[in-house]
């Protein structure tokens, strides 16, 4: 599977029988040239099935056969892994997005772009991505209430005011126990 071509050169190194007078070995020597066959090898990408938002994945490129010279494998979120000479594995470790307090887990394909070194005679990437599913760790948004005054005289105002403790996407309603509600906007 390596690059390795080579000449064959053999020579006569003594004759004998024959009844010859003078038996001369000629000491010009037979050259075979040996191409070398073409023999593919392969690099793959696997990752762990699922990671928590907020993880690490690490990415594993492995060889079907030693790498005589270190191997670069470059992958289509920009990291890079080298699996060293001798070798036929090697890891990186990509993070995940920051864990936030909304619903968002989503799935990362990443592929081989560029795999090159090992002195092979052909290696090639595999085309099959690493699918790794990042779920959605569960982060809890609390809803308060507070009202402008301590105390009011009879038929007087009360303003309630709901607050969030993290920035709501969708409209939210909070209904109060007097049967009133609020509606805290998106943003």
Do not use: H, M, R, W
């Not at 003078?22 to 990671?51: E, F, H, K, Q, R």
């Not at 490129?61 to 920009?78: K, W």
């Amino acid at each position: 599977v390596y690059n390795n071509g080579s000449t064959v050169s053999t020579t006569i190194t003594g004759a004998t029988g024959g009844n010859f007078e003078n038996l001369v070995p000629s000491t010009t020597p037979a050259v075979t040239t040996i191409t070398d066959s073409i023999d593919t090898t392969t690099v793959t990408l696997t990752a762990g099935n699922t990671v928590t938002e907020g993880g690490q994945i690490t990415y594993t490129a492995t060889l079907t056969n030693p790498a005589q010279t270190p191997v670069t494998v470059t992958l289509s979120n920009g990291s890079v892994i080298t699996i060293k000479a001798g070798e036929s594995v090697g890891t990186v470790v990509v993070d995940t997005p920051a864990n936030d307090v909304y619903n968002n887990g989503s799935t990362v394909s990443t592929t081989i772009t560029g795999a090159t070194g090992g002195n092979f005679e052909n290696l090639v990437p595999s085309t099959t991505p690493a699918v790794t599913t990042i779920t959605d760790s569960i982060d809890n948004t609390t809803v308060s209430l507070t009202a402008d005054k301590a105390s009011v005289v009879e038929g007087g105002d009360i303003t309630y005011t709901a607050t969030l403790t993290n920035k709501a996407q969708t409209d939210v309603t909070v209904t109060l126990s007097n049967g009133q509600t609020i509606t805290i906007k998106a943003g």
